[in-house]
């Protein structure tokens, strides 16, 4: 079992940062992909970004490029979301999530990822 476990959340005004910080625990050495996903309220779960365990390949949601970066520190088995120019469509509970098989999979569908977090909330002002 993997436990995920979120931080980093808050009340900002648009063109801020933030960075949210996820920390593994459990049999959190089976990590093929590690992505961070946002529902807002009325609105569907939406993939924000990943990142692979093997070769650190990341994938970004159309609207955050340029402005999110997603990255890991595998010691600490943590991953996080560098979020610059936050905008009041930001504005979302963001979970984390984690893949602990392999195969080729598409990392930007919420379906293969076994594992997630609680969410953490981040909102932002205009």
């Known amino acids: 079992q993997v436990q995920l476990s979120e931080s980093g959340g808050g009340l900002v005004q648009a063109g801020d940062s933030l960075r949210l910080s996820c920390a593994a625990s459990?049999?959190?050495?089976?990590?093929?992909?590690m992505g961070w996903f946002r529902q807002a309220p009325g609105k569907e779960r939406e993939f924000v970004a990943s990142i692979r365990g093997m070769n650190d390949i990341t994938f970004y949601q159309d609207s955050v490029k340029g402005r999110f970066t997603i990255f890991r520190d595998s010691a600490k088995k943590a991953v996080y979301l560098q979020m610059n120019s936050l905008e009041p469509e930001d504005t979302a509970v963001y979970y984390c999530?984690?893949?602990?098989?392999?195969?080729?999979?598409?990392?930007?569908?919420?379906?293969?990822?076994?594992?997630w977090g609680q969410g953490t909330q981040v909102t932002v002002s205009s």
């Open positions: 459990g049999r959190a050495s089976d990590n093929y992909a």
């Open positions: 999530t984690l893949r602990s098989y392999g195969g080729i999979y598409d990392d930007r569908s919420a379906s293969v990822y076994n594992y």
